[in-house]
């Protein structure tokens, strides 16, 4: 069951669509963000109208959707430096997934946590019907899609024995403006998800195009040395990062290079003036509340370039997202990490994600 809030208005499951012409389906224009939501129990409905909208206040007033500021200031920003809004009014946003929740949470009562999508693409390019050459045509409007439905139960052994991850052939690529967002074009990812799948892997690890890691195809990365946090680098972290020339010469393996120009590896940041490589990793929600988490628990982060040999050296490797929040991995292919248990961090992040949600 799934509750749809479709441009202002709530539509039942079968009556949701979108234009044929619209800019998401026929060339994947758009954005999304995915949250967890929480919703206590309203009491039972009464009959009539104002009892109708005396629960409806109840259940919002009940509704928590984990980090929704966050969220919804990452999505302006992305639609801003790509073009698709630079106008995005946030406020009503954010009301409009809290009101999605709330009745989601009165449809389906027995339900207390959530998976939240919202989805807003470049809207209808049908030009012809919105007025094309006449003197004044119809501004472009954005598609604005908001579906909650109940949260998946991930078994409770994924967190307490730890996953294994596969290494994905899709490779991120620093140079694309695109990296680093979410945006609707995630068939790359979601088709290496499947192949991880076919391993009896949770998650792929996807490296860049110069052999740094960037992270899981839907999921942000750390790892634990020596009790110390390492994380790559996110769009926006890029300062002292190896130069644009280097990290080419690395990804086409140009043969015999300059040792003063070898590729960066744990610890080292070269670059040429002015010229820094951007990041393709995107700055996650969960990957922020973890460095927040650290820098409350006196556990050093270090955000840098991150290499295969600094993931297999690990103590630990975790992956984060906004709905499984934090996820120890144990094994990688099929090389373990430490011990091959969860470690310390990683029961401690854990166990914090649990009470936030709880």
């Known amino acids: 069951m799934a509750t749809v809030f479709l441009n202002g208005r709530f539509l039942s499951r079968e009556e949701a669509s979108v234009s044929a012409f619209d800019a998401g389906f026929q ?65 009503a946003l ?49 598609t604005v899609l908001i579906v909650a439905q109940p949260a998946t139960q991930y078994p409770r052994e994924m967190f307490e024995r730890g996953v294994g991850v596969s290494i994905a052939d899709y490779k991120a690529n620093p140079l694309s403006p695109f990296e680093g967002h979410k945006t609707l074009s995630y068939w790359p990812r979601l088709r290496e998800l499947q192949v991880a799948a076919t391993k009896g892997a949770a998650e792929a690890l996807v490296f ?28 926006g972290e890029e300062d002292g990062v190896s130069d644009v020339d280097q ?12 040792s003063r120009r070898s590729a960066p590896h744990s610890g080292s940041s070269a670059r040429t003036e002015g010229k820094n490589l951007p990041s393709p990793v995107l700055p996650g929600i969960t990957r922020k509340w973890v460095m927040d988490w650290a820098e409350s628990e006196l556990v050093d982060v270090e955000r840098r370039m991150v290499t295969i040999a600094d993931v297999l050296d690990a103590d630990e490797v975790l992956i ?39």
């Open 94 to 142: 954010e009301e409009a997934v809290s009101r999605t929740v709330a009745r989601a949470s009165m449809e389906m009562p027995d339900q207390a946590h959530y998976r939240v999508r919202l989805t807003i693409t470049g809207g209808d390019l049908n030009m012809l019907t919105r007025g094309a050459g006449a003197a004044t045509p119809q501004a472009q409007q954005p």
């Open 27 to 91: 060339h994947g224009v758009g954005l999304f963000e995915t949250m967890t939501a929480i919703a206590g129990r309203v009491a039972s409905v009464g009959i009539g109208q104002r009892a109708k909208e005396e629960a409806e206040v109840e259940a919002l007033q009940r509704v928590r959707v984990i980090h929704l500021s966050e969220h919804m200031k990452r999505l302006a920003e992305s639609a801003r430096a790509l073009g698709l809004s630079d106008a995005l009014r946030t406020a």
């Open 320 to 358: 984060t997202n906004s709905s499984w929040g934090v996820l120890p991995v144990v094994r990688v292919e099929r090389e373990a990490i430490g011990d091959a248990v969860v470690g310390d961090v990683g029961r401690r992040l854990v166990q914090a994600w649990a009470e936030l949600v709880a």
């Open 247 to 258: 990290a080419i010469e690395q990804a086409i393996g140009g043969g015999e290079q300059d």
């Open 208 to 235: 860049q195009v110069s052999n740094h890691l960037a992270g899981g195809c839907v999921s942000n990365a750390f790892l634990v040395k020596n009790g110390v946090l390492v994380t790559p680098l996110a769009r």
